[in-house]
């Protein structure tokens, strides 16, 4: 396999991302000229290479002969002169402009004037790096995902500077590597970075608020966002540092308070704790407490009690979901109010009308037996505005579902929940086979308050004709290993339904960036999908 018009390539840098990336290129049959600051780097460089092949080789993905060939057409050197003869350089040193900037002066001196040059940041300016040379329309910014022979994303990002023929002979080689390319615009973390971040972000803000705890979180969006791993797990996988440098970078351009770095975030990478190359981090990892990062906490098993009997008043979707989950779990379902006296749990699941649901909720508080949970399934309406509706808000709790027929209940209590009720309602959630998660009484609970703004971010971007929707969709599934992109997303969980958790977020907030993006409302209006 040729890269089309690249046959020699360079690469600066042979840290983790770079030695991945100078890998890429050489499996894809390209001669590699690795560069780095001395020897002592350079042979720590060699052995990212060989390491990297060498577990390929272990698990079976790559013969011992494969191996020395890829390593064969690397060659390694602390000289810049020997980049020369380079058709393409890539730039892969630590996120620093200024160290950046460097770097493509000695390129600028000892590159071919047809050369092009790329860098591999993930959230500076490539025009700011471009600019700095003497040859800014042959700049592009090549962005490859951790660890880059596995990942199949690399975001192409062309400046207003940049000629489109360097651009779309990046992309060719990207492909003819077996990656998936999406080429957009100079903007502070691209597509998947940019997206993410925001995420990742609010998460430690919700934790430093007091929302839910770390683990409560990373479980609410494993099991009822359906992301490979929680945000902090995530975090600390990517490195607080790294997660610091991305924010200050994006909020540099986009002010956005959301992209303002969460002070715990701060803090933690000013006391040394930087996640998992540490020892610690919003996790700890060290041998002892090995199991502090699995998200959630294991307790001994309760003896064996009697299933819950409970009450589902409503119908739809998610009752039905409701009804077949606690039928599933053994347990007696009763619909009829007139039935209701003898529940545990009574669970309320009529539509999203605060007046039907205070009407109904107060009509469940009348017969339900003392001690009962009264629960209700709101997903926009504060759970307080409906307890305040009974005689007996002490026994309210919201019961928040971010699936119908999903794993995951989100527990919320109020200011006037009695204690011990949150508790109970958890318990019984458990006899159900649900898993349960606690948080505030607060416009969107876990899961949606954190879902729904990314997803409004990707329409936003979408709206400003940024990157399409196969591109936004292919960085979050290919780039940061998500299960479905945000655009198919929203699709799936249904626009209206976005809109309207949106608003809660806005109204209780008033935070502008969480208002509707107008593509999502113009798209209600006019009845229609995204795609």
Known sequence: MSGGSFSRVGVVGLGTM??????????GGLAVVGIEINQEALDRGRGNLEGSTGRAVKRGKLTEEAQREILDRIT????????AECDLVIEAVPERLDLKRRVFEQLDRVCRADAVLATNTSSLSVTDIAVTTNRPAAIVGVHFFNPAPVMRLVEII???LTEDGAVARVAGLVRSLGKTPVTIGDRAGFVANRLLFGYLNQAATMLESGHATRDDIDAAMKTGGGLPMGP????????????????????????????????VLRE?????LLGRKTGRGFYSYDKTASASASGTETEAPAAEAPQPVVGVVGSGTLAVAIIAAAARAGSEVRSELSELAGCELIIEAAAEDVAVKRSLFAAVADVAAPGAVLATTASTVPVIDLAMATDR??????????EAGGGLVEIAGTVVTAPGVTDKAATLAGRLGLTAVRCRDRAGFIVDALRFPYLNDAAAMLEAGYADADSIDAAMTLGCGYPTGPIADLDRLGLERAVAVLRALHAESREPALAPAPLLEEHVTAGRTLR
């Open 393 to 402: 808000p002490g026994d309210v709790v919201g019961l928040h579902f971010p």
């Open 232 to 263: 902090f797990t995530l975090m600390d996988l990517i490195g607080l540092d790294t997660c610091l440098e991305v924010l200050e970078a994006i909020y540099q351009e986009s002010r956005d308070r959301r992209h303002a770095p969460a002070p």
């Open 268 to 272: 933690l990478v000013t006391a040394g």
């Open 76 to 83: 390694l050197s602390t000289d810049f002169a020997d980049l």
């Open 158 to 160: 062309g400046t207003v």
């Open 18 to 27: 770079g030695a991945g990336i100078a890998e890429v290129l050489s499996r």
